[in-house]
């Protein structure tokens, strides 16, 4: 049971390119979450989805795009990397649990460090 | 809006010293009150969580109370050890309509145990 894994772990990109990141999960967890760190910033949210085939925009989501195609992926896509999106960015994931009140624990991925020059 | 507040430190203590990292909270409804914590080239995992008023969290000597009269959730540990150097997140946690869970996290809180 790996948990929460994302792919790759550091990139450096320049301005201008794309690249995707992977986040795969082997808890059949409902939910999956983007986010980012940044310094003083905590984490915020990017995009999240509540089940495949369903993504829908968080905080922060100018710049990224995500696809949800299988139930234990949750791809994120940068088009154009831009310096502002040097950051960590980690994959979550949670239970669905059915009603209005909803209080499950989140797992992370490891991390993956984005530098773009 | 909700929103959650904590020093972000670093907080430095010798090896069994007492720990306390303060967090409080801002949020429209009964959240559920969570503590992450994230070890140095890892990812957040949860340390401990409450879900309601008084209730009290624990998890490897630290402990934390859903106190809602005072809008807080403190961190405190009676003998902290190096290994327990990390960044240490407040959260909370509301459902929307849809039933998704919206977590709100603080900014962190570096934690720093020499010997």
């Known amino acids: 049971n790996a948990g929460v894994t994302q792919t790759p772990k550091f990139r450096v990109l320049k301005t201008g390119q794309s690249m995707t990141l992977l986040c ?40 990224y795009n995500v696809s ?37 624990t989140q797992y992370f991925g490891p991390g993956t460090r984005l530098l773009v020059l | 809006g909700n929103s959650v507040t904590q020093m972000e430190g670093p907080v430095t203590l010798s090896e069994e010293a ?26 957040l995992q949860l340390l401990l969580k409450a879900t309601k008023a008084d209730d009290k969290g624990s998890n490897k000597g630290f402990e934390a109370t859903y106190r809602k009269e005072t809008t807080s959730f403190h961190l405190e540990k009676g ?29 962190g809180t570096k934690l720093q145990v020499i010997p």
């Open chain 1, 68 to 104: 949800r195609l299988k139930k234990q992926n949750f791809l994120l896509g940068l088009e154009s990397a831009a310096p502002s999106q040097t950051s960590v960015y980690f994959c979550a994931s949670s239970y669905y649990q059915k009603g209005p009140t909803s209080r499950e």
């Open chain 2, 18 to 43: 007492f720990l306390t990292i303060n967090c409080t909270y801002t949020a429209t409804g009964y959240p559920s009150l969570f503590w992450y914590v994230q070890y140095p080239g890892e990812g």
């Open chain 1, 24 to 63: 795969a999960q082997d808890m059949n967890h409902e939910y999956m979450y983007w986010y980012r760190q940044d310094p003083g910033m905590g984490l915020r949210l990017i995009h999240y989805s509540v089940g495949e085939g369903t993504t829908a925009k968080g905080e922060v989501p100018d710049g």
């Open chain 2, 79 to 107: 003998s902290v050890q190096v290994s327990d150097s990390a960044v240490y997140f407040c959260a909370l946690t509301l459902s929307n309509s849809g039933g998704y869970q919206k977590v709100t996290f603080g900014i």
